[in-house]
């Protein structure tokens, strides 16, 4: 019996470590992970729980106030994971232990319901029965274990809450299907703590309230069901009020924006697709965006196939409900428990983000049907248990057995593959751009990333792809302008810039500042340097790279006093200051005037005698000079790098003027 207990985690564990371990133990950090685990000062040890409780989910930054979504438990596992030093590899392994766990208990619980339901059927039983549950049970933990829907629950260590909430979750059902009330309302609590989805926890327990016999037991349960659901609402008060949410953002959920019968067509798009996707997990994508999904003005057909698959689950539980009570013998009761179960669990735990009561602040993700496929998976591995020993024909019984074990590996070797482009951002997005090629977000992003990696060519086609899907499109104009400043496609560039860029005009402004630093870098880069002038003119309190970048330009297009007083405007002695001077060697140099650049030197030098790297940059133009001016000049001036001193009149640290002097 021990042993028959343990087989659900023993398989839900080997199943994880043969199919997903492989691809995530190199694997790094991806999409959330930066801002809700690294970027996140409460995720980082010691922790401050009074600071979790009041603060959002990403972090104390004003970007996140307005977001209403706490999750202290999750926060503060990430705190002492730091607290114990581990990278991502070490968050990727809790991870997945979390997914066997989870696993572990689902085939737990279906073990535990079948053998309690079985002897409140007061009907005799035989080895059989016992093979029934405890096949269920493994074939259960193992479907749920193999998932491929599971995978970006599993691999961004951001999405951990999922994960969480569906462990605790488990535990809570379990541990009040037992009679441990008390072990369910600490765990219903937590759960609440790691994701406020887990409050539809509530329904399989009301179930399991009603399906007690009366007495003692059945009112402890309805009892610890309501000191649950006061749980439930003094924790969703005190998040009101400590973190009241703003309104959901159209670029998050363009479904705020439409009528409540255009919200609701579009909510049936989302049951079909969720259904799809857990039925048949086939080509999941990191984001499904209005260009993937039709949400607004949904054709037909999809509004249709979502209707029938919510009504037909709606009539599945109303019939298994009504057999429960009312009909068949103890098998038949028992199977209809399971039903209503199931989908009454994964109707309830897919309702916040169904669309169907209001708009979420989310339109949808392969994350958020990690606790409905609880219920899916038990269905899938009953049934498979009762055909596997209960067919009469011993044909049917190897079909059974055969499909369900090809099922478990087709599932697990899908979430490997997935599980490897889940291991990095740039194979993520890749995988996304190649999945859903007419989608703006996942070309833009791909491209984004590309060019971050410095794969330039790649870059370049990526957006362009992302630029006729919405030309004029201000972010992924301003990278395809870099992919062209990079390559140095300079009328391709020019192009793209023209149908960015709009200068201000009062009393409407719209400049642009991202925009014109993208037109900047672009003229510069193709010698039109006086073209990048006037335009970087145009910047409004620039920070001091953008003002000597502007600087740069102004010298190298030969307008010398213009950029001066450029550099003046910022209270910057352009002749004196090391860098300032830097940037202007680099640009006469740039525009072909060695004689000008080492002038500038020679004049620095001169007030500054024993400014360090002077020499040497001066012997660098001397080495090879290239006409009689320059010649000239380095007559005038050292022919080698010698052994630079500090200033005594000055008291200058020679190291630090030696840091801020070298090529902008």
Known sequence: ???????????????????????????????????????????HWPPDPAAL?????????????????????????????????????????????????????????????????????????????????????????????????????????????????????????????????VVAIVTFAAALLAKESALATLAPLLLLVMWRKSGDARRSAASAWLMMVALTVGWLAWRHAALPIGAVSPIDNPLVAVSTAERLAASMVLVAHAAGRLLLPLNLAPDYGLDVLPLIAPPLGWVALGGAVSLSALATTAIALRHVHRRGGPQGARAAATVALSLVSAAAFYGPVAQIAMAATLTTADRVLLLPSMGLCVLGGVAAAMLWHRSKHRLWRNVARSAICALIVVFGLGSASLADDWADDLRLHARGARL??????????????????????????????????????????????????????????????????????????????????????????????????????????????????????????????????????????????????????????????????????????????????????????????????????????WRRPHTDATEPASGRDPGREKDRYGDP
């Open 53 to 181: 409780m009041t603060t959002p989910w990403f972090g104390p930054a004003a970007a996140w106030r307005g977001q209403g979504v706490s999750r202290p438990l999750v926060t503060l596992g990430y705190a002492v994971e730091d607290g114990l030093g581990l990278g991502a590899r070490g968050r990727h392994l809790a991870s997945l232990t979390l997914l066997a766990i989870a696993a572990g208990l689902l085939g737990a619980l279906v073990a535990h319901l079948g053998r309690a339901w079985r002897a409140a059927s007061d009907a005799s039983s035989d080895a059989a029965d016992d093979a029934v549950v405890t096949t269920a049970a493994v074939l259960t933990a193992a479907l749920f274990a193999a998932h491929p829907i599971h995978i970006e629950a599993t691999m961004a260590v951001s999405n951990r809450p999922e994960l969480v909430a569906a462990v605790l979750a488990l535990v809570c059902i379990l541990a009040f299907a037992r009679g441990a009330v």
């Open 436 to 637: 859903a090629p007419g989608s703006l977000k996942m070309n833009y992003n791909h491209g984004r990333l590309l060019l971050e990696a410095g794969d330039d060519d790649a870059a370049r086609t990526a957006l362009i792809k992302a630029w006729s899907l919405a030309k004029g499109d201000r972010p992924t104009g301003v990278l395809l302008v870099q992919a062209h400043t990079r390559l140095g496609e300079c009328t391709a560039g020019e192009a793209v810039f023209a149908v960015l860029y709009r200068p201000a005009t009062p009393p409407q402004a719209t400049f642009d500042a991202g925009v014109a630093k993208a037109g900047i870098d672009l003229r510069v880069a193709c010698r039109d340097f006086s073209a990048a002038f006037a335009l970087g003119r145009t910047l409004v309190a620039p920070e001091e790279a953008w003002q000597i970048k502007v600087y740069v330009a102004g010298v190298a297009a030969g307008e010398t006093d213009a950029a001066a007083h450029w550099a003046a405007s910022f209270g910057v002695d352009a002749a004196f200051e090391p860098r300032w001077v830097a940037a202007a060697v680099w640009a006469e140099r740039k525009a072909g005037r060695p004689a000008q650049a080492l002038a500038r030197l020679q004049a620095l030098a001169a007030r500054r005698p024993n400014l360090a790297g002077v020499a040497t940059q001066i012997a660098a133009i001397c080495d090879h000079p290239r006409d009689a001016a320059v010649m000239a000049g380095c007559a005038q001036s």
């Open 1 to 43: 019996m021990t042993t028959n207990r343990a087989l659900p985690f023993l398989v839900a564990l080997l199943v994880v470590a043969l199919f997903i371990a492989p691809a995530a133990w190199d694997a790094g950090y991806v999409l959330d992970d930066h801002a809700a685990v690294l970027g996140n000062p409460l995720a």
